[in-house]
């Protein structure tokens, strides 16, 4: 028998019924047995590959991290596809789960999955829950803590069962402790409406410039009317011009995506694809979204140039219409408008991200390494520990059951003196060091100290759990909990803590208790500090004493200050998307304001020259080609400043811990935006002051 030490992080267990509630292929074993004994296994096809090479698993040996049994292999799946709300290379029996036959119903540690039969109203299952909780919740409720079920509701507390549609996980933040961190549909919403401004910067550029070269079309407009063409002709042929432009460019884009895509992958540590052949319905709904761009874009053009009269056109008195444009001065307002609600909102979304990087979270998460898997080493925690502390350069080191960013138990206790009210708190098992490890500040009372005995039957709690439950004198307080025995167990307040950040600051600091960690308790972490005489061999002499107290598991760390980063993640993926859009959409616009210049300054041409004649200066020159501009850009910036205010202000409430809006940022939008536009308009400008006047009086 061949035996395989493996330390695969996405492992799962499940029972039997999972491949009939899922549809993840069964490439090998049989769906109804796969995992119906102990000990067995399914391991996804990737999986196999990395252990077994191209040999036949089934029924093979394995022995997962440090564990004692030994796993036969009954299965191989398919890889679970990356859009899944859970993932796993490994699944197991879930028999070999020690609380697979645990008849208790307060437990709330697993993730259950129903399925209904075809046609069943969820509503109406839904519906069957309160009675299966006062069946089972109730009489276990009364004999924890002496109160009926109605009671215990009435005091505040909740308990409460509910269905939650599979495909809707992966987009309901709402519900805590999920397999993998949800996706705010805020964002979707944010970045799917500032794509759709994009496209219609785009439009309105094409808007703007058909409308502006009016004059170099008006004469093929008027021949062909008096050839016999119609004007709803003229209309198809102006839309069928601005579709065929939509559809290249849609084609352009897929070419675009196709290229950009992995360096667009790189930047965000994303994993998107372009799959354009998955589903049948892509192609057909972006060549629709094409036609329908091309038609919007072009329908204003086509009706404006095919309005004009074969009599005045081929008489030459057609004029372009820049100074009475009233709508193109409105669509130019739009696209300055949608740039400075980009910029202003970019610089929300960036103060935000450092605001929440930089915050003094309440301990110091600073040089600081946390070990995984501290039961690897079992009761051996104390001499460990004390091994690493020999290693120069390392200052302190704690055992703990969570640390801020991973925390496993939020238990409920009763307080002496309350009769009927429970109280929830986030619960951590520390040993003496954990305080001084984290730099964690008292407010008042005392930390766990080796010159109390009495102190590992007592508890600290922080300053919200005072404030949350109206604790006036903690040093009288007592919580109560039950033990092992089902006995009451009475713990003592020793001391408080400064409120400190356990969670990401989109979560108010709760109420949270730190327990003595006793010999028994095995399972966590260890948080390892390190001072100003660590060296890069400091890692690798903590690796070498791992190995002595854990040979068959690897050492798995990673470094606070980087994980609390990593808790930020889809906020700095989302602060960096939104500086692509803002600058894509700037560039957009200062391309259209630059090509509707050019046409301007060219419309102007003998104007200029007349005025330079005169002696007008360039000064007063470049104000006159770039006045109405500068107006259009006041005025955008007066409608922007409210909706950017009441959307930053709706975004920021996502947060419990945010910034406040500030008068810089945006005053700072209305600068960049006239000084893009002031410098778009500034080359031809510029190009047409140098001309000589007695070139331009010629210009006709």
């Known amino acids: 028998m061949r035996i395989i030490f493996l330390n695969i992080r996405d492992f799962a267990e499940v029972d039997s019924s999972f491949f009939s509630i899922f549809s993840i292929p069964l490439l090998k074993g049989d769906i109804k047995t796969v995992l119906n004994t102990p000990n ?34 009954t299965g191989v799946m398919s890889d679970i596809p990356e859009n899944t709300h859970f993932s796993a290379d490994i699944l197991s029996s879930f028999m070999n789960n020690p609380r697979s036959n645990d008849p208790e119903w307060l437990n709330n540690s697993f993730e259950t999955y129903v399925l209904l039969k075809p046609n069943t109203n969820p509503t109406t299952v839904d519906a069957k829950f309160p009675g299966m909780i006062n069946k089972y919740i109730g009489p276990r409720i009364l004999e924890l803590f002496g109160t009926t079920l109605v009671d215990f509701l009435a005091s505040g507390n909740r308990y409460k069962f509910y269905l939650q549609p599979v495909t809707k996980i992966h987009l309901d933040p709402t519900i805590d402790h999920e397999v993998k961190p949800a996706t705010d549909p805020k964002y979707l919403w944010i970045f799917s409406s500032i794509a759709i401004l994009i496209i219609v910067i785009a439009s309105i550029n094409f808007m703007n410039l058909s409308t502006a070269q009016a ?68 192609i057909p709904v972006l060549i629709l979204f094409s036609i329908i761009v091309g038609i919007l874009a072009g329908v204003y053009p086509a009706f404006y140039l095919s309005s004009f009269s074969p009599q005045v056109v081929l008489r030459g008195k057609v004029r372009d219409g820049i100074k009475n444009g009233k709508l193109r001065s409105i669509l130019v307002s739009v696209q300055f408008l949608i740039s400075i609600v980009l910029i202003v909102g970019t610089i929300i979304m960036y103060r935000q991200l450092q605001f929440m990087l930089n915050k003094d979270l309440g301990f110091n998460k600073e040089q600081l390494l946390v070990i995984n898997q501290a039961g690897a080493i079992g009761d051996k ?18 055992a703990s059951t969570a640390i801020p960013g991973h925390n496993n138990n939020n238990n409920a206790y009763l307080m002496e003196g309350r009769s009927g009210e429970t109280l929830l708190m986030q619960t951590n098992y520390v040993d003496y060091d954990y305080i001084e490890t984290y730099k964690i500040k008292l407010a008042d009372g005392r930390f766990f100290d080796k010159s109390f005995g009495s102190d590992q039957q007592g508890c600290v709690i922080n300053q919200q759990t005072l404030k949350e439950y109206g604790i006036n004198d903690f040093k009288n307080t007592r919580f109560i909990t039950k033990n092992n025995n089902n006995e009451n167990e009475y713990i003592p307040v020793i001391g408080v803590s400064e409120n400190f950040h356990f969670m990401s600051l989109q979560n108010r600091i709760n109420p949270y208790i730190m327990r003595f960690k006793t010999d028994g308790i095995n ?20 690796e070498k004493i791992w190995k002595q107290f854990a040979s068959n598991n690897p050492l798995q760390y990673f470094f606070m200050d980087k994980d609390f980063s990593e808790m930020y993640k889809t906020e700095s993926q989302n602060a960096q998307l939104s500086v692509l859009f803002a600058i894509l959409g700037i560039f957009i616009a200062a391309l259209g304001l630059f090509g509707l210049t050019s046409f301007t300054v060219e419309q102007r041409t003998k104007e200029v020259g007349v005025r330079k004649s005169l002696g007008a200066s360039n000064s007063s020159i470049f104000f006159l080609i770039s006045k109405e501009i500068i ?46 536009a002031l410098i778009t308009i500034s080359y031809q400008s510029i190009k047409s002051m140098q001309v000589n006047p007695a070139q331009t009086l010629k210009y006709e």
């Open 523 to 542: 399972f966590g972490y260890i948080s390892v500090k390190f001072d100003a005489n660590a060296t890069s061999s400091t890692i690798d002499r903590i």
């Open 631 to 676: 107006l259009l850009v006041c005025i955008s910036t007066l409608i922007a400043w409210p909706i950017i205010y009441f959307a930053a202000k709706s975004w920021l409430e996502n947060y419990y811990y945010r910034i406040d809006l500030q008068v810089w940022e945006f005053v700072s939008g209305f600068v960049i935006a006239m000084s893009i």
């Open 40 to 73: 067995s296994l399914v391991l996804s096809e990737s999986t196999v590959k990395i252990i077994f090479g191209n040999e036949d698993p089934i029924n093979k040996s394995l022995k997962i991290g440090t564990g004692t049994n030994v796993f036969r292999v």
């Open 381 to 398: 925690v104390k001499t460990f520990k004390e091994e690493l502390l020999k290693i120069p350069g390392i200052s302190s080191v704690s």
């Open 215 to 282: 004059t170099k079309r008006a004469k093929e407009v008027g021949i062909k009317k008096a050839s016999g063409s119609s004007r709803w002709n003229l209309i198809s042929q102006f839309l069928t011009d601005s579709t065929i432009i939509s559809f290249l460019s849609l084609i352009l884009a897929i070419i675009i995506v196709l290229i950009t895509l992995p360096m667009f992958n790189n930047l965000l540590d994303a994993k998107v694809k372009l799959s354009l052949f998955t589903n049948w319905f892509t």
